[in-house]
């Protein structure tokens, strides 16, 4: 049957939508009849089919998940039973740079009737009574036991390990944010107890950390985010700009802000050219690129070296002489790229810096520009300008640079003994020449369009998107490394039209992430005893009181880098503190910050989140996580989730709480990174006992006799909030009071819970890094030197100091185990003149990713996977059939993307209980593969295959497509993991084929790109 006949003969119980809304909110939000069926349905069996008239009051409002969105659609409602649901139509559409634009919803949430009246919503709260992973030992239990036996076993873990035993997985799935307030309730035990700062999140690792370091504008304070990302010119400005690049962007898919792709499209209609560049096809390039350059993934910092280079020699000569119409500015760069030149006396924007210089400085060979030029030596011949020179304490009449490269040809790893990766070395081309032919042959992209990319940098004004795909594997520390770079040596930053970064306006503080904010006796998250387990200072040059602010120096007012990261952990590796801290095991990942945490991680929250699936190496987690000490109890005392569904954490859970999800409970939010303000209003009941997840953390904490504590949020003013509509409107209108929102609470319930957008793109209006373009002396950046770095000393030290110990570098390839050409390198560790190999360098690098592919069959393959028959990349993207893996069970969009092993069309049941288990069989993942494979792997379309490694095994069933480059899989991330009789994943989750390996650098997730696959028939 198909899913619409069974969601036509559904019965759903009548419940109240006005319940919890004040009589005026309510009043306001119900709007007037409409949506009469005017449009015809697509449907292959039935062309004529009509889409049902359904009139009466509706809802307006938002319900995003961590989709990116923030979009606008109207729920209509039938005696408090959502019947239908269409986008944001109403108000006046148009030009997005006037302000005229809907702000229209996916086919996500246009879905969700089918999702919130599922038959497997969990209802009641269940208790594990058997052991982990045991479906039959969970029996449904009253809330009151619940809550007295969750509250007692947080307290007596508290009791015996102290607050830094609980980790509290990270759990967006719902944009309310009420998730978290599970981890803010435990700060109620004591102060202690305060969640490890994780500085890198689980999205951004690599961005994030390098922002720190490269291009530090002071966005994360000024808009007080709790991601700390480099951001471009807001998204109005791009019609300023006479090039969009798109990299590694896909917003036709995966949302970065709800209106972003129709800023896009009314750009194109102003004349703005768009280049795509990535490995996939994806419907960003089909709806918008002008030019598409299909990159084989994870090279993309070659690429990027290779731009460089042409740069490089469009501006200076083989024998070092000027040419006449120079592409590069040398002043330019030196007054605003520390690094990217050689420059053994620098002048740097603090003075307290400047008076170390030497110990900051770009030694001999060692700037990035040296780096791209490998031993190609015009840099070296030609001479610096008298206006550069006075960006530098060196003379005028220096060279530009004072040696060729001092790189080494290859890097090694630092890993354990256990690693294949020990002791081998890949190529990191510190000799070689990055010319557009040496970079074609990595990326595929040809020479000619290298230079024309180089060109269209240099002669035109540029704005690049950017996001996750980018920094997405084990080497992703590099292209995001050099993305800013790229974008400022070519002056597109600062000014209108020119910028880099993720798209964005100035984020509101409050909606959307309000547990970070305004928490609920919270306070923001503290820090743990991280540092002084875990981080030698001693690796630093500047230390102690010289660092900033974050160290109890007032005199300075820039929060330097090293400060914030040695404060907290990397987010991505999480499962490795589980496995490690406070026990003898060593990191696996040789993670030095693991080994030295002190406190075992005994409690384990996760609310809206799917930590099973959703990091790296499904089948790994489940092993940690039910693993037991030698008394047979587990290592992990407590694991509490909450979510909707029963999902593959909850399998491996002590406790399921049923929660409500967006829709049914009340919340605000603002789209990733952009500036629209919306309210999330409680549209429907959740089903059964289901609870909101403020008043499962209320409940708690009345059982630890501190409710009225708890509902007294933590900004010092002593309100006290009842509800999650009081908590809502108390933050909206605290956003409102300090300016950040147009309308107040009851001004916004008027206009159906959506900040009107039309002022707002001048409102938002933010030119990046404009004050340091203009007066970089005035308003340098919060980096070492106050520029951008392409040199960063800091970045590699820190590096250091996180590491408990670093294993012995490999020799390269000719058998030296130093530099190169007498090159040495400082760093406070080592000494002035360290002629050492490392593993980390101060510049951005082109390393192969480790399970990926050069277009050439270049690439080392240092673990042999080629020739164990794992010849296939996985390439994960944020397909518009789910938002990660919320919604992975939504049957009308699996019914359009799934199919069963007869290639027919599948769906997870509606009518299923959750007692049938995390999935059933035969619904399968679709795995995208280019078609030339059809006649090697013998299948067609439709056709059920086994894709593995060593970590897992899936089925998926194959769908062939130009789109996707040959030897790439496509597999979408968040199928719902669940291990069949047979030990193969029937969910088609990709993290059971990750390997949760870390970036070299940030240590940072690597699982989309970098995971090399085997596929065969089944
Ligand atoms: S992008 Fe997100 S918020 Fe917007 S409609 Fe889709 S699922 Fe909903």
């Known amino acids: 049957m198909k899913v619409t006949e069974i969601l036509k003969n559904k019965k759903v119980t009548r419940r109240s939508v006005l319940q919890g809304m004040s009589a005026a909110a309510a009043a306001a939000t119900l709007a007037g009849c409409g949506g009469s069926g005017t449009k015809t349905y697509f449907d292959e069996s039935d062309p004529n089919l009509q889409p049902p008239d359904v009139g009466g009051e509706y809802v307006l409002g938002s319900t995003p998940h961590n989709c990116g969105g923030g979009c606008v659609s109207k729920y209509y409602l039938e005696e408090g039973v959502v019947k239908r649901i269409v986008t944001d139509e109403d108000r006046e559409d148009g030009d997005v740079f006037a302000g005229k634009a809907q702000i229209r919803s996916c086919q996500r949430c246009r879905s969700k009737v089918d999702w919130w009246y599922r038959n497997d919503r969990l209802t009641k709260p269940l208790k594990q009574t058997k052991e982990r992973g045991d479906i039959t030992g969970f029996v449904e239990i009253s809330w009151d036991q619940a809550i007295s036996e969750i509250a007692a076993k947080i307290k007596g873990l508290y009791t015996t390990y102290g607050g830094a035993t609980f980790y509290n997985c990270l759990a967006p799935s719902d944009r309310t944010s009420q998730g978290n307030t599970i981890a803010n309730l435990t700060k109620l035990l004591g102060s202690d107890c305060s969640p490890v700062q994780w500085v890198l999140d689980l999205s951004y690792p690599q961005h994030t950390y390098s922002y720190f370091f490269i291009d530090h504008d002071g966005f994360a304070q000024e808009t007080a985010t709790s991601v700390a990302l480099r951001v471009a010119n807001n998204r109005a400005d791009i019609e300023n700009s006479d090039n969009l690049v798109l990299w590694a962007f896909n917003p036709a898919e995966a949302r970065v802000g709800p209106q972003t792709a129709w800023y896009i499209t009314n750009a194109r209609e102003k004349g703005v050219k768009v280049t795509v560049i990535d490995p996939r096809f994806t419907p960003t390039a089909e709806a918008f690129a002008d030019d598409y350059v299909g990159i084989t993934g994870t090279t993309d910092a070659a690429l990027m070296l290779a731009m460089l280079h042409e740069m490089i020699v469009n501006t200076w000569d083989e024998s070092g002489n000027l040419l006449a119409d120079p592409w590069l500015d040398e002043a330019f760069i030196r007054k605003y790229v520390h690094g990217f030149f050689d420059d053994t006396n620098p002048k740097h924007y603090y003075a307290d810096i400047s008076a170390n210089a030497t110990a900051y400085q770009v030694p001999a060979g060692a700037s990035l520009s040296a780096y791209i030029m490998g031993t190609d030596d015009r840099l070296t011949n030609a001479v610096m300008s008298s206006e550069a020179a006075d960006y530098t304490n060196m003379t005028a009449g220096t060279t530009v640079n004072q040696g060729v490269s001092i790189y080494p040809d290859t890097i090694g790893y630092n890993v354990p003994a256990t690693d ?523 056709d059920r295959v086994k894709v593995s490694n060593s970590r897992g095994v899936l089925y998926a069933s194959v769908r062939f497509t130009n789109r996707m480059a040959p030897y790439n899989a496509g597999i979408g991330d968040g199928g719902w993991f669940s291990v069949g009789t047979d030990g193969v994943d029937i969910g088609g989750a990709t993290n059971s084929l990750s390997s949760g390996r870390p970036s070299r650098i940030a240590f940072g997730m690597s699982m989309s790109s970098d995971d090399r696959l085997k596929i065969e028939k089944a």
């Open 420 to 942: 294949g990766l020990y002791g081998k070395t890949a190529p990191c081309y510190g000799q070689i020449t990055k010319t557009p032919e040496w970079a074609e042959k990595i990326t595929g992209v040809s020479a000619d369009k290298i230079r024309e990319l180089a060109e269209m940098y240099v002669k035109t004004k540029v704005t690049t998107w950017v996001s996750g795909g980018l920094q997405r594997h084990t080497e992703g520390d590099m292209p995001v490394n050099l993305g800013p770079i790229l974008s400022a040596v070519t002056k597109n930053i600062g000014v209108e039209g020119r910028s880099y970064g993720f798209s964005h306006e100035v984020n509101y503080k409050y909606p959307g992430t309000m547990s970070d904010k305004v928490a609920l006796n919270g306070n923001n998250p503290g820090s743990s005893s991280i540092q002084a387990d875990s981080y030698d200072m001693t690796k630093l040059t500047l230390q102690g009181g010289e660092l900033g602010p974050y160290v109890g120096n007032t005199a300075r007012t820039n929060p330097l880098c090293n400060v914030i990261m040695m404060n907290g952990l990397s987010l991505p590796v999480w499962i490795d503190y589980v496995r490690c801290a406070g026990t003898s095991n060593v990191s696996k990942w040789n993670y030095g910050r693991s080994n030295t945490v002190t406190t075992p991680i005994k409690g384990l929250f996760c609310f809206g989140g799917n930590f099973v699936n959703q990091t790296g190496n499904s089948n790994e987690i489940v092993d940690v996580c039910t693993a037991k000490d030698g008394n047979g109890n587990y290592n992990v005392e407590l694991i509490l989730t909450g979510d909707l569904f029963f999902t593959a954490s909850s399998l491996i859970s002590d406790y399921v709480l049923p929660c409500a999800g967006p829709g049914e409970k009340w919340g605000e939010t603002c789209g990733w990174l952009t500036a629209e303000a919306l309210v999330m209003p409680k549209i429907t009941d959740a089903p059964g006992e289901a609870l909101n997840e403020f008043e499962i953390s209320r409940r708690i904490a009345a059982a630890w006799g501190q409710e009225e504590e708890f509902k007294t949020v933590g900004d010092g003013t002593n309100t006290v909030v009842n509800t999650d509509y009081e908590w809502s409107e108390y933050n909206w209108n605290k956003g409102y009071s300090e300016g950040q929102i147009d309308q107040d609470w009851d001004a916004i319930q008027l206009v159906g819970g959506v900040n009107m957008l039309e002022q707002r793109p001048n409102k938002v209006k933010r030119i990046a890094k404009e004050a340091f373009i203009t007066d970089p002396a005035a308003n340098p950046l919060n980096t070492m030197s106050g520029k951008i770095e392409a040199y960063y000393q800091a970045m590699l030290e820190d590096y250091e100091a996180a590491q408990s110990s670093l294993d012995t570098v490999t020799t390269d390839t000719d058998g030296s185990s130093v530099l190169k050409n007498s090159g040495h390198i400082y760093t406070a560790s080592t000494s002035a003149n360290s002629t050492s190999r490392r593993f980390v360098y101060p510049i951005p690098m082109y390393i192969p990713a480790v399970e990926a592919m050069h277009a050439d069959d270049s690439h080392p393959d240092l673990l042999g996977l080629t020739a164990k028959g794992f010849i296939f990349k996985k390439q994960t993207g944020h397909f518009n059939y789910r938002a990660h893996s919320t919604m992975g069970n939504e049957s009308l969009l699996n019914e359009l993307y799934k199919r069963n092993s007869a290639g027919e069309r599948a769906y997870l049941d509606p009518s299923r209980s959750y007692t049938d288990g995390v999935w059933d069989s035969d619904i399968y993942e679709p795995v995208y593969l280019n078609p030339v494979h059809a006649s090697e792997l013998g299948v067609a379309e439709g």
